[in-house]
Nanobody
Framework: QVQLVESGGGLVQPGGSLTLSCAAS????????IGWFRQAPGKEREGVAC????????YYVDSVKGRFTISRDKTKNTIYLQMNNLTPDDTATYYC???????????????????????WGKGTLVTVSS
């Protein structure tokens, strides 16, 4: 059984930084993408950043490019999201998510509809406010 457990959310001032962690357990798949979605109040859930299991290639939504960095520690089965230069628009609940693929192609899960993502964490709240 796959479990994704997030940590690291909290309150940060605009311009500040925060690092989220997601510890994964269980078998996700031979090829999979794992990363972060977020959902702000009254808005749809959107993919933020993800990383492929086989090649470690990272993908980002345009609004966070240059500010967020996703990374992984394979020895700990953990991924991280380093968030810099945060703005109030980044305020949201951040969810760790993973989806498996049948082929070893681009393992980008950001564009997947939430209902087809295989696994979700419970979420961690990030609030950017002065």
């Amino acid at each position: 059984q796959v479990q994704l457990v997030e940590s690291g959310g909290g309150l940060v001032q605009p311009g500040g930084s925060l690092t989220l962690s997601c510890a994964a357990s269980g078998f996700i798949g031979d090829y999979y993408g794992i990363g972060w979605f977020r959902q702000a109040p009254g808005k749809e859930r959107e993919g933020v950043a993800c990383i492929g299991s086989s090649d470690g290639r990272a993908y980002y939504v345009d609004s966070v490019k240059g500010r967020f960095t996703i990374s992984r520690d394979k020895t700990k089965n953990t991924i991280y999201l380093q968030m810099n230069n945060l703005t109030p628009d980044d305020t949201a609940t951040y969810y760790c998510a993973a989806a498996s693929f049948s082929l070893n192609g681009p393992l980008n899960i950001l564009g997947l509809p939430p209902e087809v993502v295989d696994y979700w964490g419970k979420g961690t709240l990030v609030t950017v406010s002065s």
